[in-house]
């Protein structure tokens, strides 16, 4: 009975680490599937912009406003998820790790805390918001040379400003859960490593 009770904290924590790598793998699993739907977007934008500028349908452009919003849509919400695995991570299995073995660093919390300096600002500006912008600067774009303003067109604009807010709604949500973070961060690294699974002095 004795022994039985010693190897619960390690098969836990085997178990936790099992899910880890499961999460990590679903997370990496997002990121592939924003670059294959960036790829797809640019590859359909093309094509209407081939036979809009090649036949004279300008008409056809009307087609670009969904085609974004389908393709900023997809990319939120890959990176909706993908960071809600990460506060998964960070806030909860790792917080149930430690419970078990101690202090451990982070790199969800690393990311966190990089949320939040002056230059993450720059980072976003250059890595996160330039996929997304140029979808909605070609959606712009198609409806500034469509000269017909019917209804059409306005569904066209409603549009667009969908797939311009979206990405700063998921960006203001991450910049959240990051500042919720840091709380939680400080008070944690402060705790002196303690567990089953720690060697004895």
Same mark, same amino acid.
């Given at each position: #009975? ?14 936790? /680490?099992?899910?880890?790598? @499961? ?16 790829? /797809? ?18 008409? /056809? /452009? ?42 451990? !660093? ?12 002056? +230059? @993450? ?9 330039? !996929?997304?912008?140029?979808?909605? @600067? ?16 306005? @569904?066209?604009?409603?549009? +667009?400003?969908? %797939?311009? #807010? ?10 959240? +859960? %990051? ?5 939680? +961060? ?12 720690? !060697?004895? !002095?």
């Amino acid at each position: #009975m004795e022994e039985k009770e010693a190897t619960e904290p390690e098969k836990a924590v085997e178990v936790m /680490l099992a899910e880890f790598n @499961a999460m990590r793998a679903e997370k990496v699993s997002y990121l592939t599937g924003q670059a294959a739907i960036v790829a /797809l977007g640019i590859t359909a934008l093309g094509v209407v912009a081939s036979f809009a500028v090649k036949d004279g349908h300008d008409r /056809l /452009l009307l087609v670009v406003p969904p085609l974004v919003m389908l393709v900023v849509l997809g990319f939120a919400a890959g990176s909706y998820r993908s960071n809600a695995i990460g506060n998964y991570i960070r806030d909860e299995l790792w917080e149930e790790l430690e419970g078990k073995v101690g202090y451990l !660093p982070s790199w969800q919390r690393w990311v966190a805390k990089e949320r939040l300096k002056r +230059t @993450a600002i720059f980072k976003v500006l250059f890595l996160d918001l330039p !996929p997304a912008a140029l979808f909605i @600067a070609a959606s712009v774009y198609a409806l500034c040379v469509l000269p017909d303003h019917d209804g059409l067109w306005w @569904a066209g604009v409603g549009m +667009t400003v969908i %797939s311009a #807010m979206v990405p700063i709604v998921v960006l203001l949500k991450i910049v959240v +859960t %990051s500042i919720e973070a840091i709380g939680k +961060t400080t008070s944690t690294a402060a705790e002196a490593p303690t567990g089953c699974c720690q !060697p004895d !002095p």
